[in-house]
């Protein structure tokens, strides 16, 4: 999927580096919740950390607010957060040697520091200065259920004073929620001067929080958090509470914060719906892995969703860089290992960075079934991955090939007359983006650019692969399924 224009500005001011004065450039933590030292970078101004659960993604979360502490002018309720907050040492928690170590960009200068636990945590002292929120699940509890305020709820309480949204809040609690608020206030009653409650108003009917869906509430408690010019907001399960409409509107009013203000944000998340929202480099996977970790960077949605969902019954698990790559793969099987096929599972990873992490933990055997990497032609040989045939991307290599051999048996293939095929091919191949050629020539042969990808990737295997080339990625295949 593209990136929203909101995360395309945000993607071009950051590649422009004129922004982000203060950032959390990478965490390394170790003697904590199963970390033994692994190191997770921002390499986004919004980084999404995705995993199943218990593999520590709040702990990322938790250890990123426990390195700042609050600017020498903040106010004095902001006390910032502490390692103790989070991470208590109890009868049966020995956090002894434990330790947070982190690398930040201030200006021009980078800065690597650590806390660490000995007897108490050091380091605090030297902590750098940086306003944080951390938006964690308290946020989706029911009004109703929050310590003290049931006794709120009783008609004869009487609003003793009201904090008023501004129209631009109103403004964007209505754009993310779909639907037109007229005000918005947090309202303080007689009875309790420290509870809040919210109050909405739409249609010219006001209701309260004890209301509201999970949603709405969601929403409320996060838009009263006030962004900070380049602070750090941490937000725990981005996407709890809401529908994938406004998880997307979400994300894209929170790249909108984020290059208005050189605001950083990290979450955590389970959806896919939000990591589609960010580019490769912006999504991380956190694997429970033995005996250690991994941390993977640039996985695509659908790579996520495999690794947390056991709806599925392949043999072999088979990565590829994208779907494209994947046919390839497949044509190749239907040729040389035609009963592999339905026994594999193909699920892209996206960056061929992420194949590079996934080939070394099959090569170190850390898969949990039999597995093969695959990656692109043009990448270079590494440990536990698989090259595809040519030494360029896919679409390269298939529409080379075939224009070579006069495009082979490809019009008879797809029921055009030779001519038209040839014209669309070669005419796509004049532009310079690979990945626009196959959408362009489906749309002068009027036929899907899946149709079209999975015919020519068959005429290229039946026409241009040679058996070498066809065995070198079918026999690694039939090995796994074969336990070898």
């Not at 699940?137 to 904090?163: D, H, K, W």
């Not at 998340?269 to 970790?293: C, D, F, G, N, W």
Request: glycine share 6%.
């Amino acid at each position: 999927m593209a990136l929203s224009s909101d995360v395309r500005r945000l993607y071009n001011k950051w590649n422009a580096n004129t922004g982000w004065p203060k950032r959390l450039d990478a965490l390394e933590i170790s003697g904590i919740r199963g970390w033994t030292g692994q190191k997770i970078e921002f390499k986004f101004p919004i980084v999404a950390i995705v995993g199943e659960n218990g593999a520590g993604k709040s702990t990322v979360l938790q250890c990123a607010a426990s390195v700042f502490q609050p600017p020498e002018n903040a106010p004095s309720e902001e006390r910032g957060y502490y390692p103790t907050d989070f991470l208590p040492e109890t009868r049966w928690d020995n956090l002894r040697g434990a330790s947070i170590t982190y690398t930040i960009r201030q200006g021009s200068q980078s800065l690597s520091d650590g806390l660490k636990k000995l007897e108490r945590w050091r380091g605090y002292s030297k902590r750098p200065r940086r306003h944080v929120n951390y938006i964690d699940l308290s946020r989706v509890q029911p009004i109703a259920e929050r310590v003290g305020y049931f006794r709120l709820a009783n008609p004869q309480v009487q609003e003793a004073s009201a904090s008023a949204w501004d129209k631009a809040r109103v403004a964007s609690l209505s754009h993310i929620m779909g639907r037109d608020y007229e005000e918005a206030r947090l309202a303080i009653t007689s009875m309790d001067a420290k509870r809040g409650i919210p109050v909405l108003k739409a249609s010219g009917i006001e209701n309260s929080g004890f209301h509201h869906g999970a949603g709405e509430l969601t929403m409320e408690d996060f838009l009263q958090v006030e962004f900070k010019n380049t602070s750090l907001v941490l937000i725990d399960e981005i996407e709890t509470s809401l529908h994938p409409r406004v998880q997307r509107r979400l994300m894209r009013w929170l790249a909108d914060r984020a290059r208005q203000q050189d605001v950083q944000i990290i979450m955590t998340t389970h959806s896919p719906y939000i990591l589609s929202e960010l580019p490769p480099e912006a999504r991380i996977y956190v694997m429970s892995t033995q005996p250690q970790k991994t941390i993977v960077t640039g996985i695509s949605p659908e790579f996520a969703m495999s690794q947390m969902d056991d709806e599925n019954y392949p043999e072999c698990d088979i990565y590829v860089e994208d779907e494209r790559s994947g046919d390839l793969v497949k044509e190749i099987l239907v040729k040389y290992a035609p009963t592999a096929v339905s026994r594999c599972e193909f699920t892209p990873y996206g960056a061929a960075s992420a194949g590079f992490v996934l080939g070394a933990m099959d090569f170190q055997k850390r898969f949990r079934r039999p597995t093969r990497v695959f990656v692109d032609g043009d990448q270079d040989a590494r440990d536990g991955c698989i090259l595809l045939p040519g030494q360029e991307a896919p679409e390269r290599v298939v529409f080379g090939a075939l224009k070579e051999k006069n495009w082979a048996d490809l019009s008879t293939r797809l029921s055009r007359d030779f001519s038209l095929v040839a014209d669309a091919c070669a005419q796509a191949m004049t532009f310079d983006d690979h990945h626009d050629w196959v959408r362009l020539a489906a749309n002068k042969l009027l036929v899907s650019g899946d149709l079209l990808w999975q015919q020519m990737c068959a005429a290229w295997v039946a026409n241009c692969v040679t058996a070498t080339e066809g065995q070198a990625i079918a026999q690694p295949v039939q090995d796994a399924l074969s336990g070898i």
